[in-house]
């Protein structure tokens, strides 16, 4: 009995400030968690998802066309409130007007099961009657089924960290866009000299188009144009390098490879596709250069992950997704300047998720100042 008093005692000093500021964070009259937080708990639960891979359902209930603003609309989050279960998370997703509902470990298939079972109780007589028809109802699965064979798994009601990000961020967003203009000006000036010798020595080396436009995944999953300078042979075959990359995904090595048991691994530093010209842009990192132009068309940063081919996204994992989402690529980042083609596909997804989280102005600049001396040193590439 003593033995059960310690541990319900250590058990209330651990949890009651957690009780209390839960309790502090909802409405007294409602019972739901307010805007802020509650939106704070769909982002934690998409990354404990991410994490575990246990699906969740986002339930929202626009109230807007049913319900007069409070006390109306307070009076109709409480019935809907008294459908759902204890554990299931509930507040304000946008307060007064979008009433969301979390069910943890739930997956997408009992979306149907779920709507039938809320409008017919929306419905009752007991509840809100006719003006059940003005309430709109939607449901958002992470992951969602819809996602896989190399689909942009982005339903942005699940994103609504990203809204507040950038209105906390704006202004340091502003900079880093006007640094992103100024910076690919300074760059197509002071690399002139190459933006015209680059394309004589291609054309007298090889056949083919000087630049080499490619389909990349930008930030928030949209497609874009992706410019290089051509350093392989015009028309040569995409597969070789599909199988290597998703290889690369599934069994986590470094990009320099290594043979299997059968002698089957394509190696990019062996690269047969690469003509001799292409080996030397590719080292210096010269091949890079037309990028600038996408950096002035707001398809790139300066700064940010590398922009990942359509087929790579066919092995990704959910937490691999938040590379591509969360934040627009780059010409140059963390990836090019600590690790290169030294590191393995997860890895350079870490380090791009390191950046995101830790992301400013001033580690932009440290980025592209130790960018010059990545290019010289050539360490890494291929």
């Not at 209390?20 to 307010?34: A, K, Q």
């Not at 992951?143 to 064979?149: F, I, M, R, T």
């Not at 940063?301 to 990942?308: T, Y």
Request: net charge positive.
């Amino acid at each position: 009995m003593i033995d059960l008093l310690k541990s319900t005692g250590r058990f209330l000093r651990k949890n009651v400030f957690h009780f209390r500021c839960s309790d502090f964070l909802r409405e007294n009259e409602t019972g739901l968690y307010v805007e802020d937080y509650f939106q704070e708990m769909v982002y934690l639960e998409r990354r404990r998802s991410e994490r575990t891979g246990r699906p969740f359902l986002l339930m929202l209930l626009d109230l807007g066309g049913a319900f007069a603003p409070p006390p109306d609309a307070a009076a109709a989050a409480r019935k809907i409130c008294a459908m759902t279960r204890e554990v299931d998370i509930k507040g304000w997703y946008r307060h007064n007007h979008v009433l969301g509902v979390i069910f943890t470990e739930t997956p997408e298939s009992a979306a149907d099961e779920l709507r039938a079972k809320v409008l017919s109780s929306l419905s009752a007589q007991d509840a809100l009657g006719s003006r059940a028809e003005g309430v709109k109802l939607s449901f958002h699965a992470f992951p969602s089924a819809s996602g896989g064979g190399g689909a942009i798994p982005v339903d942005f009601n699940l994103y609504p960290d990203l809204k507040r990000r950038d209105e906390v961020k704006k202004r340091p967003l502003s900079v880093k866009r006007a640094v992103d203009v100024a910076g690919s000006l300074f760059g197509i000036l002071l690399f002139s000299p190459f933006f015209v010798a680059v394309p004589v020595i291609i054309k007298l080396t090889s056949r083919g188009p000087v630049l080499y436009r490619q389909k990349r995944i930008g930030e928030f999953g949209r497609e874009f144009t992706f410019l290089k300078f051509r350093s392989m042979h015009d028309g040569a075959d995409d597969k070789p390098h599909s199988e290597y990359v998703k290889r690369l995904i599934r069994e986590d090595k470094a990009y320099s490879g290594a043979l299997d048991r059968d002698g089957q691994v394509f190696k990019i530093k062996n690269d047969p596709r690469i003509t001799p010209i292409g080996k030397f842009l590719r080292k210096t990192s010269l091949d890079e250069l037309p990028q600038f132009f996408n950096v002035l068309r707001g398809d790139m940063s300066l700064v940010g992950p590398r922009p990942p081919i359509p087929y790579e996204l066919e092995d990704y994992g959910l937490w691999h997704w938040r590379r591509v989402i969360e934040a627009k690529p780059g010409v140059t980042g963390l990836w090019q300047v600590m690790g290169r083609s030294m590191t393995s596909y997860n890895d350079m997804v870490r380090l791009d998720l390191r950046y995101i989280e830790g992301w400013s102005i001033w580690l932009d600049i440290k980025i592209i100042l130790l960018t010059p001396f990545s290019m010289l040193s050539s360490r890494g590439a291929y």
